[in-house]
Structure formats: structure tokens, C-alpha cells
């Protein structure tokens, strides 16, 4: 029985860093904006994130897409 991969939707995901702790070490947090379509191509998601960047007040660190797919059998 053959399996194939069927895309669902992906998240766009913002690192941002929003201060620093009593150590001095750096502290991060993540937004998530989710139902972002799966065909959208990797530079539009991280154009999106960098245009979203300049409206937070914290610096952004990372920007990430999470894919989420089914498994269904043929």
C-alpha cells in the first residue's frame, strides 16, 4: 500500500528577543501567525516576516515555517 504526502497549511513563525534576564543571557519569544497557505513560496513568507518585524517593538532573531501535511494511503 502506497502512502503519499497531502500539504496542508503552514505557520509562519517570529523569534523575537524581548530582553535580557538577570544573567544577561538573552531572552526570546515566538509569535506564530498560522493558516499561512502551503504553496506560498519562501521568500514571500520571509518578506512577510521582515515587513512584520519593523511593527514589533522587540528585534527580530529568527523568522521559521512549520508545514503540516496528512498522510493518507492510495
Known amino acids: 500500500m502506497a502512502v ?3 500539504s496542508m ?3 509562519l513563525k517570529l523569534e523575537l528577543q524581548t530582553g535580557v534576564d ?4 538573552p531572552v526570546y519569544r515566538t509569535r506564530s501567525l498560522n493558516n499561512v497557505k ?4 519562501d521568500q514571500d513568507i520571509f518578506d512577510v516576516a521582515a515587513a512584520l518585524a519593523e511593527l514589533q517593538e522587540y528585534t527580530l532573531t529568527g523568522v521559521g515555517r512549520q508545514d ?3 498522510l493518507v494511503s492510495e
Not at 22 to 25: M, R, V
Open 22 to 25: 538577570d544573567g544577561g543571557s
Open 68 to 70: 503540516n501535511a496528512s
Open 9 to 11: 497549511n503552514s505557520a
Open 38 to 41: 502551503a504553496t506560498a513560496a
Open 4 to 6: 503519499s504526502k497531502v
